[in-house]
């Protein structure tokens, strides 16, 4: 099992940013990914970014110059880095741990809401 306890989100005036974070526990051995996803109302749960346990990184095309995404392996935490955050990236910003060849072994986060408006 992998824990993941997300934290970090709020309400923020478009322009402004945020950092979210992802602290991960429990039992995460290689090749894996991590990921932060976001669901806005009525839609399903987008990837925004992602790095893999060799540090490759993946950003979906909106948010690219953005947003950047980090790890810490001393502490095992997951970041995300948002900056000049527009409206339509509000929604809720789940982390996600996948292995890379074993589908079924995913565990997720329990999501922390990010609202961007004036």
């Known amino acids: 099992q992998v824990q993941l306890v997300e934290s970090g989100g709020g309400l923020v005036q478009p322009g402004g940013s945020l950092r979210l974070s992802c602290a991960a526990s429990?039992?995460?051995?290689?090749?894996?990914?991590m990921g932060w996803f976001r669901q806005a109302p009525g839609n399903q749960r987008d990837l925004v970014a992602s790095?893999?346990?060799?540090?490759?990184?993946n950003y979906a095309d909106s948010v690219k110059g953005r947003v950047t995404i980090s790890r810490d392996n001393a502490d095992n935490t997951l970041y995300l880095q948002m900056n000049n955050l527009k409206p339509e990236d509000t929604g809720v910003y789940y982390c996600?741990?996948?292995?890379?060849?074993?589908?079924?072994?995913?565990?997720w986060g329990q999501g922390t809401q990010v609202t961007v408006s004036p």
């Open positions: 429990g039992s995460m051995f290689s090749p894996y990914v």
């Open positions: 790095i893999t346990d060799g540090g490759t990184k």
């Open positions: 996600r741990w996948w292995h890379s060849t074993i589908m079924q072994y995913q565990f």
